[in-house]
């Protein structure tokens, strides 16, 4: 059984920066890509960045220069380090596991799917 819980989300200014965590159980890192989406008020689910299965970093567009995703493998523990913070970044945000099986609820990134998720952590970002 995958297990996935955020924390660190909140409520921050505009140009102020936050860090999320996700504590994973029983699965395996190394094996494969972990990510960060996002879910703003009205709108689709989306991938913000990802890590693969080798340790290299993705990000979307929008965040690139501003988020940073990491790993530590000892502690099982997914990280994402957001800076420079805008209003748009007001979102949900949710760590994924990739699965190897197809799950009803899931989001393709960068081609690989994810279907394991956590219940999110908010953030908030005020002008």
């Known amino acids: 059984q995958v297990q996935l819980v955020e924390s660190g989300g909140g409520s921050v200014q505009s140009g102020g920066s936050l860090r999320l965590s996700c504590a994973a159980s029983l699965y395996t890192y190394s094996r494969y890509w972990m990510a960060w989406f996002r879910q703003g008020p009205g709108k689709e689910r989306e991938g913000v960045a990802a890590i693969t299965s080798d340790g290299s970093t993705l990000y979307t567009e929008t965040v690139k220069g501003r988020f940073s995703i990491s790993q530590d493998n000892a502690k099982n523990t997914l990280s994402l380090q957001m800076t420079s913070l805008k209003p748009e970044d007001t979102a949900m945000y949710y760590c994924?596991?990739?699965?190897?099986?197809?799950?009803?609820?899931?989001?393709?990134?960068?081609?690989?799917?994810?279907?394991?998720w956590g219940q999110g952590t908010q953030v908030t970002v005020s002008s």
């Open positions: 994924a596991a990739e699965s190897p099986t197809y799950y009803s609820g899931g989001y393709y990134y960068f081609g690989r799917y994810f279907g394991y």
